[in-house]
């Protein structure tokens, strides 16, 4: 079975430093997705980055970046330039690969709390 | 885009009660998701529907709980009866394909006295 680990209940960086939560998992499959969201207070989860695993380059949006390790299966997120908007529960996810009867598995990490300080 | 609606956005009810949770999705996403976040578990995919079709319900902790989607543009998710354990916040996500980026929406909060 698949899983999905975030060893780092908590980081805290300063404001407009850079800072990398980590996220590990554990699957069987060559095909799959991994997804960063974010949940800040208001409780609503946003998608903020997604990485194919066939894909050998790693995405990017603007102030976010992954560091996606298959061999290592590692899919770390960087956050640049922090804000204090970025502060928020962080969840790594992954998704598995169309089983039979196009059926899909979404697992999510327990998540990483980011404080930003000014 | 008003993206995916949920509501109640808050409930309180007591032990027994039926609860009825409510889901209106992204307009042209035929996949949709109800999830539960606790604490203690984290976030858990209770079930999805394709195309108004339940694909997966193994998430679906025990028979009080029951979803349905009557049509493209609305489910609902239902715990009958209520136990304090359910407490939680509820959230359903939808996407255009069951493969694709979800897109959540606000959550309900469920607190069962």
């Known amino acids: 079975a698949q899983t999905v680990t975030q060893s780092q209940p908590e980081m805290s960086v300063q404001e407009a430093e850079t800072v990398t939560l980590s996220c590990t998992y554990d699957?069987?499959?060559?095909?799959?997705?991994l997804f960063w969201y974010k949940q800040p207070p208001s409780r609503q989860m946003i998608l903020v980055i997604r990485?194919?695993?066939?894909?050998?380059q790693n995405a990017t949006e603007n102030r976010f970046s992954v560091n996606f390790q298959k061999a290592a299966k590692s899919f770390s997120l960087k956050i640049s330039d922090s804000q204090l908007g970025d502060a928020a529960m962080y969840f790594c996810a992954y998704r598995s690969a169309g089983l039979s009867g196009g059926t899909y598995k979404y697992i999510f990490g327990t998540g990483t709390r980011l404080k930003v300080l000014a | 885009d008003a993206g995916v609606i949920q509501s109640p956005r808050h409930e309180v009810t007591e032990m027994g009660q039926e609860v009825t949770l409510r889901c209106k999705p992204i307009s042209g996403h035929n996949s949709l998701f109800w999830y539960r976040q606790t604490m203690m578990r984290g976030l858990e995919l209770l079930i999805y529907f394709n195309n108004n079709v339940p694909i997966d319900d193994s998430g679906m902790p025990e028979d009080r709980f029951s979803a349905k989607m009557p049509n493209a543009s609305f489910s609902t998710l239902k715990i009958q009866p209520s136990e304090p354990r359910d407490s939680a916040v509820y959230f359903c996500?939808?996407?255009f394909g069951a493969g694709e980026t979800q897109y959540f929406g606000p959550g309900t909060r469920l607190l069962v006295l």
């Open positions: 990485q194919e695993a066939y894909k050998q």
């Open positions: 699957t069987s499959e060559s095909d799959y997705y």
């Open positions: 996500a939808s996407s």
